[in-house]
């Protein structure tokens, strides 16, 4: 069975800086593209950034420069480091397994919220 676990939310002030991390199970999470995704209030979902299985990233326009993506296979972890938040950026954040970036397995989600 599939398993994500995502973790590091929280309340950051706009400037601030964010850690995320998923960890999976249940799945061989190394053969896999990974991906993170974020649902604002009143809004669908929103795709973040993809990582493949070398390592290849990629980023929506809204975040490019601002937010990095990465993996640690060793671990069966998701990471995501968000730098110069604001507060367009608060939503709950999900992290997908596979091509599918919107539609595939999902956790239950992690909430972000950037205010002063």
């Known amino acids: 069975e599939v398993q994500l676990v995502e973790s590091g939310g929280g309340l950051v002030q706009p400037g601030g800086s964010l850690r995320l991390s998923c960890a999976a199970s249940?799945?061989?999470?190394?053969?896999?593209?990974m991906n993170w995704v974020r649902q604002a209030p009143g809004k669908g979902l929103e795709w973040v950034s993809s990582i493949n299985i070398r390592g290849t990233t990629d980023y929506s326009g809204s975040v490019k420069g601002r937010f990095t993506i990465s993996r640690d296979n060793a671990k069966n972890t998701l990471y995501l480091q968000m730098d110069s938040l604001k507060p367009e950026d608060t939503a709950v954040y999900y992290c997908?397994?596979?091509?599918?970036?919107?539609?595939?397995?999902r956790g239950q989600g992690t909430q972000v919220t950037v205010s002063s």
């Open positions: 997908v397994a596979g091509s599918s970036r919107l539609t595939g397995p």
């Open positions: 249940g799945f061989f999470f190394s053969l896999l593209p």
